[in-house]
């Protein structure tokens, strides 16, 4: 079955320090892998996608995730944190001609002036 | 932009109710689905409809049950509320495109249900 592992429930960094966000995933066949951001009492919205075109995925504001397959990773990263990036994040997977997703448990992002 | 909405942003409910979450989205998508949202857990998926009056268990269904009369509108039941029921629940919906699987899913706000 497909499954990701979001490592760490909770990250703190300092505003304009580089944020790194951990996802593995288990897949028997090519995975397609998303990551969504949840802002304070608001819905899932889409960050990025990985579908097989390219393993570096730039998403909306300043995030990017790269597809590792020797490590099964698709870890989501930017290189400056903004107060505004402080929201829960969650990485998904779906398996091909299946119309369910699975997500990670989530990380909450916190950014300190 | 695509919207999807749910009825009732806070919901609180007694045990034994029956309750009923509603979604809606306006564009015409065919696939609408039902998460429940539980700290640690993430998002965990209770039903999925794939088209009108279809239906496809996730995996939680059990004390759920789902409607689908028309293709803008997809309904959570909770037959029989119960405590262990108190959690935030996400209505998404997406489009059937030629790759499924890239097909993003656009989510509701969501509603906070409460059984005491």
């Known amino acids: 079955a497909q499954s990701v592992t979001q490592l760490g429930s909770h990250v703190s960094v300092s505003e304009g320090a580089l944020v790194l966000l951990r996802c593995n995933y288990s897949?028997?066949?090519?995975?397609?892998l998303f990551w969504y951001v949840q802002y304070p009492n608001q819905g899932l919205q889409l960050l990025l996608k990985?579908?097989?075109?390219?393993?570096l995925v730039k998403g909306i504001n300043g995030f990017e995730a790269e597809f590792k397959k020797s490590e099964t990773s698709f870890h989501l990263t930017k290189p400056s944190a903004h107060m505004s990036d402080a929201a829960e994040y969650f990485c998904?997977?779906?398996?091909?001609?299946?119309?369910?997703?699975?997500f990670g448990a989530g990380t909450r992002l916190t950014v300190k002036p | 932009d695509v919207k999807v909405t749910q009825s009732s942003r806070y919901l609180v409910k007694r045990t034994g109710e029956k309750v009923f979450l509603e979604c809606v989205q306006d564009m015409d998508h065919e696939n609408m689905f039902w998460y429940r949202q539980d700290p640690g857990l993430g998002l965990r998926l209770i039903y999925f409809s794939y088209d009108v009056k279809m239906k496809e268990k996730g995996d939680i269904p059990e004390g759920y049950s789902v409607s689908r009369e028309k293709k803008e509108r997809f309904s959570l039941i909770l037959e029989s509320a119960s405590t262990n029921q108190t959690s935030m629940y996400l209505c998404?919906?997406?489009?059937?495109?030629?790759?499924?699987?890239?097909?993003?899913?656009?989510f509701g706000p969501g509603t906070r249900l409460t059984v005491l």
């Open positions: 990985y579908t097989s075109a390219a393993t």
């Open positions: 998904a997977v779906r398996k091909d001609n299946n119309n369910d997703m699975r």
């Open positions: 897949s028997s066949v090519p995975p397609y």
């Open positions: 998404a919906s997406s489009l059937v495109g030629q790759r499924p699987s890239t097909d993003t899913q656009y």
